[in-house]
Structure formats: structure tokens, C-alpha cells
């Protein structure tokens, strides 16, 4: 049977109700320009009806309603999406180290300008042309000098700038090592929390919101997996093994390996010493770079450097300089190493301080004969012996190489940025805070709330007249 004070139950439990989620509604007010905030809604549940069901009794009119509750404060999240952005930023943050990579390299080469490799190999070319028409000239044999010396800064300051950035991403890669553990371990932290708060049948929105937010900033580092279990709690792994396990986050740790001239810091499971697999994210694509397209570009620029010298050694030594000596090498390679060609490349010493001693004549006793600078001028338009294109475009083919595999990064970015921008949109109207929505939701619990209280007035008044008026009469 229905208690006097029922009404006065029903209209406290819908003021309760109302309150909690105005309180909601200023929480997500306040959170709105919180980029790692989820809109939160208080979900309204009716109470239980009276009387209870029971054995031997089924009332004929029905149940009758207690009020409302708040049964649970959720926050609105897409985990499909969220899922496919984490996984949009590994490829984007990949192709982005890449692409920021890539157009350094572009910028050591600084190709096409007056400044770059290949203008330097034009105008010792130039030079050489002179010097076929006046051969017995020391000024003539200076300039091309002087235009040797250019070249051979151009190439080594290229090479020196390539090797720079490698050793900067070598150093880079524990310090992205140092965010990652820290992050794991952050994780493994709120992890710990939210199975605490989850175990007493609250949702932890808050705590849940800031590791996702480590979540996502984890993802643009490496590629990661996440699996969440009953308790709230997320399991992430890299390439199968895992990093964060409930409250247990499990480190990473660099170690020195030999590389071609230097010592490659590669990244391992510190508990294991197993190699870590990346195949995605800011860190993968940092290795790419530093492993295969920055080595790949000083590989080159030293086989270039190589070859060239090979070859205008081999016909400068068949011509003779002002003394009737046959030529000597006119480039060297420093303390004789010619495996690291471009970062070793020299003008001989011999022929920097004694210019005589080009060979530009092509015999013995012939004054003013500049046959042989012709020869070497004709390298640029003559490919070198068993080659099928010249020096200067086996030169624009490196150039040529490098543009195609910047603009493929580029695009890549591109692609990626737009994919990752729909799905930042699908993750805003689900989760972001509308302040138009939230005005509305405020008016509408504002009068849910004073209609409650007029309920509650009206029940008190009901209350009055039983209490005060009733049974008066004949008094």
C-alpha cells in the first residue's frame, strides 16, 4: 500500500535526480575546451516500483512508480573510432618523420642553385674549357684550381650535413625510448586506478579520459595494440609482445650496435633483450630514416665521388703538365681513405700549391697544348669509360631520386592527415562538448528540477489539509 510520504519520497529522489545532472551538464561546461575530454551524460533510471513481486501475490492494478535515480554517469566514447585514429597516427607520425627527413636531405643539396654540387661541377668544367685554349696560363690553371676546391667543399659539406642528420636521429631514438617507458608506466599507474574504482561498480570517466589521452600521444610514437578487459583495464602491446599489462608496464632499453661508421643505437626489451618489432609511428619512421634513406643518399653521394674522381684521375694521368711530368692524381682522398669518398675528397696538395702540375697537355714538349683539359672538359657531356650516362647526370639522377621519395612522403602525409581529420571529426561529434547542447540540457533539468519542487509543495499541501484540516468540524 502506498505511504502518506511517498509523494514527498517520489519528488526528493526527482530534485536529487535534476541536481546530479546539473552538475553533469557544468562538468562538461567546464571541460569544453579540454581536448582529452569526453562528454559525459548522467543516464536517468526509473526506481523500483511497489510493491515487489513476490510469491502468492500479483497485484491486479499494477505496480505503482518510486521516483527516479541516477543509475550511472558515462561518458561518450566510440571505441571503433578511437581505435582507427590510434591507428591512423601510426601511419601518419611514420610518414611525417619521413617527409621532415626527407626535405633536410633536400636542403643539404640545395639543388638547383649557384651554391649546389652540381653548379660547382659546371663551372669546373668551364674552367677546363679555358684552360684548353690557354694551357701555358697560371692564371688560367689557378681558376681551375680554385673551381676543384669549390666542388670538392660542396660535395663534403653535403656529406658532412647527410652524416649529421644521421648521427641526430641515432641520438634521438633513446630519447623517444624515455617517452615511451615513461608513458607505459603513466599507463600502468591509471590502470591500477581505474581497476580500484571500476571494482566498486563506479566508472572511473576521468581517469579513463587521461589514458586515452597517453594512449593516443603513445600511438604517434610507436604502433601499438590495445585490448580492454572487464575491469576497465587496458592490455598495449608493440608487435605482439607486450608493454603494459594491467598495473605492470614492462620497459624498453636501447643498445650499441657497429654500423658503417658508426654506432647504431637500436631499441630491445630490457627484460628480454629481444629487438623490439616496429613497423609504424614516429620511431619506425625515424629508423627508416636514419637505416635506409639518409644511408642510402651518403652511400651514393660516396660512390659518386668515387667514380668521378676514378675517371678524372684516369685521364688526367694520361696527359703531361708544364714540366713534361705525366699527371699525378688530382684528387686524393685524405689519410688514404677512400671508403667514406665524399666526407675524404681533397684537391692533391701538389697541384694546389703548384698549379703547373695539371696535366693539360696531351704530349710531351707541346707549350700552350691543352688536349687533355679538353678531354677532362669533355666529361661533361661524355659518360666515363663502361658507364652509360654522364657524371653530371649520374648526378641529377641522385636529385631526381630524392624529389620522387620526398613527394611520396609528402602525399603520404597528406592522405594521412585527411584521413586522420574525419576521424578526429567522428570522435568530436560523439564525444566533444557542444555548448548549445549543454545550454539545452541545462534548461531542461532546471525545470525538470523546479517541477519537482512544485510537486513537493503540492504533496506538502495535500499533507496540510490532511493533518490541520481534517476532522475539525463540530469542534
Do not use: C
Not at 633536400?106 to 663551372?123: K, R, Y
Request: charged residues 25%.
Amino acid at each position: 500500500m502506498r505511504t502518506t510520504f511517498s509523494g514527498i519520497s517520489i519528488a526528493l529522489r526527482a530534485l536529487q535526480a535534476q541536481q546530479k545532472s546539473l552538475d553533469v551538464t557544468g562538468h562538461n561546461v567546464a571541460n569544453v575546451n579540454n581536448s582529452a575530454y569526453s562528454r559525459q551524460s548522467a543516464v536517468h533510471s526509473a526506481t523500483k516500483p511497489y510493491p515487489t513481486p513476490m510469491m502468492g501475490y500479483t497485484p491486479s492494478n499494477g505496480q505503482l512508480g518510486t521516483g527516479v535515480e541516477i543509475s550511472q554517469i558515462v561518458r561518450m566514447r566510440d571505441q571503433f573510432v578511437e581505435t582507427r585514429l590510434r591507428q591512423q597516427n601510426h601511419s601518419l607520425s611514420y610518414w611525417e618523420s619521413l617527409r621532415d627527413g626527407l626535405q633536410q636531405v633536400e636542403l643539404f643539396f640545395n639543388e638547383p642553385s649557384e651554391s649546389g654540387i652540381h653548379s660547382a661541377l659546371d663551372q669546373l668544367w668551364d674552367s677546363l674549357q679555358d684552360l684548353s685554349g690557354d694551357a701555358d696560363l697560371l692564371s688560367v690553371r689557378e681558376v681551375v684550381v680554385q673551381r676543384a676546391e669549390v666542388l670538392v667543399e660542396a660535395v663534403r659539406n653535403t656529406r658532412q650535413q647527410l652524416q649529421k642528420l644521421r648521427s641526430d636521429l641515432n641520438t634521438n631514438i633513446p630519447v623517444r625510448v624515455g617517452e615511451i617507458n615513461y608513458l607505459a608506466a603513466q599507463i600502468a599507474d591509471l590502470n591500477n586506478q581505474i581497476g580500484k574504482v571500476s571494482a566498486t561498480g563506479s566508472h572511473p570517466n576521468d581517469l579513463m579520459d587521461t589514458r586515452d589521452a597517453l594512449l593516443e600521444e603513445l600511438s604517434k610514437i610507436v604502433d601499438i595494440e590495445v585490448v580492454q578487459d572487464h575491469a576497465n583495464m587496458v592490455g598495449v602491446t608493440i608487435g605482439g609482445a607486450s608493454l603494459v599489462h594491467r598495473s605492470t608496464s614492462y620497459a624498453l632499453d636501447t643498445m650499441k650496435t657497429a654500423g658503417p661508421g658508426y654506432d647504431k643505437m637500436e631499441v630491445y626489451w630490457a627484460a628480454t633483450g629481444t629487438e623490439v618489432d616496429f613497423q609504424s609511428g614516429e620511431l619506425a619512421g625515424m629508423k627508416r630514416l636514419r637505416d635506409y634513406e639518409v644511408q642510402d643518399f651518403i652511400d651514393t653521394i660516396d660512390n659518386w665521388t668515387r667514380e668521378f674522381a676514378a675517371e678524372f684521375n684516369r685521364i688526367h694521368g694520361e696527359g703531361y703538365d708544364l714540366e713534361n711530368n705525366r699527371g699525378v692524381d688530382f684528387f686524393v682522398f685524405s689519410n688514404d681513405d677512400s671508403e667514406f669518398a665524399a666526407l675524404n675528397i681533397i684537391v692533391n696538395p701538389e697541384i694546389a700549391k703548384d698549379p703547373s702540375k695539371i696535366a693539360a697537355s696531351s704530349t710531351e714538349d707541346a707549350v700552350g697544348n691543352g688536349e687533355n683539359a679538353l678531354a677532362l672538359a669533355r666529361l661533361r657531356n661524355t659518360p666515363p669509360k663502361n658507364a652509360e650516362i654522364t657524371i653530371g647526370e649520374s648526378f641529377n639522377a641522385i636529385i631526381s631520386r630524392l624529389g620522387v621519395t620526398t613527394q611520396k612522403a609528402i602525399k603520404m602525409v597528406e592522405t594521412d592527415e585527411v584521413l586522420a581529420g574525419h576521424l578526429v571529426n567522428l570522435r568530436e561529434s560523439v564525444s566533444g562538448v557542444n555548448l548549445d547542447e549543454e545550454m539545452a540540457n541545462m534548461i531542461r533539468f532546471q525545470h525538470a528540477y523546479n517541477a519537482a519542487a512544485r510537486m513537493m509543495t503540492a504533496v506538502d499541501e495535500s499533507l496540510d489539509v490532511i493533518i490541520n484540516r481534517l476532522g475539525i468540524v463540530g469542534r
